[in-house]
């Protein structure tokens, strides 16, 4: 088990389309059980291979109460979408924002599971939301692509800001620069 550090928007490799995994082998058991491990540790409800640098479609998710309903989702498909739903979504690549996004309400989905055995259902709700979050960072897509171009040069100048603060203060504790630069 280990924590995998996990991306943060602008870093572009957050916009790398994910690449079908091929075999369900213990290089993915293993990433799949990291990955559960760095979503309740982060604490999330979801987390897509993207966000931890695997560029493989691969995703976790739990939107249980009591954070004990593990599900992993390998190359999802979306065979149909129905309705739509306003969810104020956030996301472990851009702390600290959140806003509401536009999703469909129902989704009916295919994939394989943790053991690669296929599986198809339906998904509603904040379920059907979430899959359809970690989908996009699959395809190089963040929630933050969907906001009007006002809000999204806020969002820009917030990070920013917080990117040039957290330099300053490392310089300030260092005497050097020790923070990467975005
Ligand atoms: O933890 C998360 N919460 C969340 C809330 C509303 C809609 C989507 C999400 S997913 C997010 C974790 C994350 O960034 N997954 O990619
Ligand atoms: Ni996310």
């Given at each position: 088990m280990a924590l995998l550090p996990i991306l943060e928007y602008p870093d572009p490799r957050l916009r790398i389309r994910a690449e079908l995994v091929v075999?369900?082998?213990?290089?993915?058991?293993?990433?799949?059980s990291d990955m559960l491990e760095t979503m309740y540790e982060a604490p999330g409800i979801g987390l897509a291979a993207t966000q931890v640098n695997i560029h493989k479609r691969l995703l976790v998710l739990d939107i249980s109460e009591k954070r004990n309903e593990p599900c992993c989702l390998i190359n999802?498909?979306?065979?149909?979408?129905e309705g739509q739903i306003g969810y104020e979504e956030g996301c472990l690549s851009v702390p600290g924002f959140s806003e509401e996004i536009q999703r469909a309400e129902r989704i009916s989905v295919e994939a394989l599971d943790e053991k690669g055995s296929p599986r198809k259902f339906e998904a509603e709700?904040?379920?059907?939301?979430?899959i359809q979050h970690e989908m996009d960072h699959l395809e190089g897509k963040l929630f933050v692509d969907y906001l009007s171009e006002l809000k999204r040069q806020r969002l820009k100048k917030k990070i920013m800001k917080q990117s040039k603060q957290s330099k300053a203060d490392a310089v300030r504790e260092t005497?050097?620069?020790?923070?990467?630069?975005i």
């Amino acid at each position: 088990m280990a924590l995998l550090p996990i991306l943060e928007y602008p870093d572009p490799r957050l916009r790398i389309r994910a690449e079908l995994v091929v075999e369900v082998d213990e290089t993915i058991s293993t990433l799949v059980s990291d990955m559960l491990e760095t979503m309740y540790e982060a604490p999330g409800i979801g987390l897509a291979a993207t966000q931890v640098n695997i560029h493989k479609r691969l995703l976790v998710l739990d939107i249980s109460e009591k954070r004990n309903e593990p599900c992993c989702l390998i190359n999802p498909k979306i065979l149909s979408r129905e309705g739509q739903i306003g969810y104020e979504e956030g996301c472990l690549s851009v702390p600290g924002f959140s806003e509401e996004i536009q999703r469909a309400e129902r989704i009916s989905v295919e994939a394989l599971d943790e053991k690669g055995s296929p599986r198809k259902f339906e998904a509603e709700g904040l379920f059907a939301v979430c899959i359809q979050h970690e989908m996009d960072h699959l395809e190089g897509k963040l929630f933050v692509d969907y906001l009007s171009e006002l809000k999204r040069q806020r969002l820009k100048k917030k990070i920013m800001k917080q990117s040039k603060q957290s330099k300053a203060d490392a310089v300030r504790e260092t005497g050097r620069l020790t923070a990467p630069v975005i």
